[in-house]
């Protein structure tokens, strides 16, 4: 069943939902729509996804009950401008989220785009974008997945965790539309003001920060201090030895005081 109204979704004039029972993975439609001329603003939500995947290839677990949904942005960027996206999206499902978490649960954010309670995995951000010729974008496609009802319980990465595993009660179409809401602000944001307004309150929700970190990179293992975000959105880490150097693809885990020790 497919509908293309806002289905009763509490959501601002810039979106259009389509909603659909099951799909491959909502990333698929929406680029299919991009492709066909689609406009910005669009949003593919389904309630069930068959071949979810996260980032590097990872399966992403899917069942009934958490959101799945993609929104098409074009933004009128460079690729480099487009990726720091990623930072809007974590940052708007924190702003979505937070008001609703109780004392004992600690929304946070973690490098480049996790968003994470109690530091367990709560949701998963994939972008995929197509440039135009001339080398702008012609568009970025936002994917999410947000364990609302349930939560994996074996993973590759992080663990993972859910909104009614901390007591928070919200429908799925409750989430869409807080996030929905949240990301618009601050796309507009971006628009007007850039990137600096974003990392100021990224940093301020920043799990690890000012703490010592493992980066994981494709070829080799860096320890260090994570010091800053820079204006690009490149995690900047602190070697033992003074040296500042610029992370910008790469997997990390926070180091423990125990771990320290």
């Known amino acids: 069943?497919?509908?293309?109204?806002?289905?009763?979704?509490?959501?601002?004039?810039?979106?259009?939902?389509?909603?659909?029972?099951?799909?491959?993975?909502t990333n698929t439609e929406a680029r299919k729509l991009a492709d066909a001329?689609?406009?910005?603003?669009?949003?593919?939500?389904?309630?069930?996804?068959?071949?979810?995947v996260g980032r590097r290839g990872r399966?992403?677990?899917?069942?009934?009950?958490n959101l799945y949904c993609s929104l098409i942005l074009r933004p009128e960027c460079d690729p480099a401008a487009a990726a720091r996206l990623s930072f809007l999206v974590a940052l708007a499902f924190h702003k979505a989220l937070a008001p609703?978490?109780?004392?004992?649960a600690s929304?946070?954010?973690?490098?480049?785009?996790?968003?994470?309670?109690?530091?367990?995995?709560?949701?998963?951000?994939?972008?995929?974008?197509?440039?135009?010729?001339?080398?702008?974008?012609?568009?970025?496609?936002?994917?999410?997945g947000v364990?609302?009802?349930t939560f994996p319980t074996h993973t590759d990465g992080l663990p993972a965790i859910s909104l009614?595993?901390?007591?928070?009660?919200?429908?799925?179409?409750?989430?869409?539309?807080a996030y929905a809401c949240a990301l618009l602000d601050l796309y507009t944001t971006w628009r007007q003001e850039g990137f600096v307004p974003i990392r100021e309150e990224w940093l301020?929700?920043?799990?690890?920060?000012?703490?010592?970190?493992?980066?994981?990179?494709?070829n080799e293992t860096l320890e260090g201090v994570f010091s800053d975000l820079d204006k690009n959105g490149a995690l900047v880490l602190t070697m033992d030895n003074g040296e500042r150097k610029l992370i910008t693809a790469g997997e990390v885990f926070i180091v423990s005081p125990a771990e320290i020790e």
Not at 38 to 52: D, F, L, S, Y
Not at 100 to 104: E, M
Not at 164 to 177: I, K, P, Q, Y
């Open 107 to 144: 929304i946070k954010l973690k490098w480049p785009n996790d968003v994470l309670i109690n530091g367990r995995k709560l949701v998963g951000i994939l972008l995929e974008s197509k440039m135009k010729q001339n080398g702008m974008m012609d568009y970025v496609i936002a994917g999410t």
């Open 1 to 25: 069943m497919i509908q293309t109204s806002n289905g009763g979704i509490d959501l601002p004039p810039f979106y259009k939902l389509t909603v659909l029972d099951t799909v491959g993975s």
């Open 59 to 65: 399966q992403w677990s899917s069942p009934e009950g």
């Open 164 to 177: 009614n595993e901390v007591g928070v009660s919200l429908t799925v179409a409750d989430v869409l539309s």
């Open 204 to 218: 301020a929700h920043a799990t690890g920060l000012g703490g010592r970190i493992t980066v994981r990179l494709s």
């Open 100 to 104: 609703f978490l109780g004392k004992d």
């Open 147 to 149: 364990n609302i009802a």
């Open 37 to 52: 001329g689609e406009g910005e603003g669009a949003i593919v939500w389904a309630k069930r996804q068959e071949q979810g």
